[in-house]
């Protein structure tokens, strides 16, 4: 909320205040005041106006710029302190002088509550903010997940392939621009379509295959209909690349597996990949972003809406998402 906004909030407030307090003040003109003339009911409502809005405006800004809550109450204290002492030691009456304190603190506190229902706001919006900032920030992250290396084998593969197969090279590079396209221009929104995603991965797959002579290292699969489902970008893609860079035996058929279980109101994904412990993987420092900005990822945009389990067991490293898109 702008500045104008929050001055703005309490001088509509005030002037209700006054419309009901004018409105009450024509209506004492029929009541009997005793032996209080009218002029003096109307100074009386009129003092009151100004006291009241200036306890109020005095409440709101007080606790916009300062916090100590002790020094406000004590300063309340003296105040209905002096209030009753000059009732008093003026003769006036004790009980009008304790209305006017009750009247007082109920206007402070509602300035006091309207504050903090701004403050609240303002606090709100500004999580919101940062919140698709991070969101951001993160997707930038993952549109330069893929690994360096992969890029250059890739390039390396379509150059051998100019010679002995030049429509396979086509075919290729094909897809690799295809696949760049899609994470430099296509994700630039809050939602993909899932055949768009499922596109992306297809092609992924396909130029990762090519550097290993096992043409049987993947598995993948796709079972549910995609019509009219959309995710966040680059939501599994991590995953993937995850599978391959861990996967510790690459000549063995299925060592990767890739499934996607799709209805209505749920995604269902799974990844498994060969992961012997005894073997020692050189993991390459620039190959993604990891986990973490995924698992974040998920807690924003699926709260209590996503089941993440990652297992590494049996040398068979597994990774179960299960999203519920409705």
Known sequence: MKKKSALLLPIIYTILFVIVTLITSFTMRYVSVGSLTEGVVWSSYIFSILAISVVFYACYYYF?????????????????????????????????GLFNISTTIIYGLTGLLLYLAYDRFNKVKIQKELRKQNLQSELALLKNQINPHFLFNTLNNIDSLIKSNPDKASATLVELSDMMRYMIYDTNVEKVSLKQELVYIENYLDLQKMQFPNSKLVNYQVNGDTKGIEI????????IENAFKHCTDKNVDDAIRFSFHISDNKIIFKSENIADKAHLITKDKSSGVGLDIVKRRLEILYPNKHTLDIKEENNVYSIYLELNIK
Do not use: E, R
């Open 64 to 96: 916009n710029y300062n916090k100590n809550i002790i020094l406000f109450v004590s300063l309340l204290a003296i105040y209905f302190l002096v209030t009753i002492l000059t009732k008093t030691v003026l003769g006036g009456s004790i009980y009008m």
């Open 232 to 239: 966040p970008p680059m939501l599994f893609i991590p995953f």
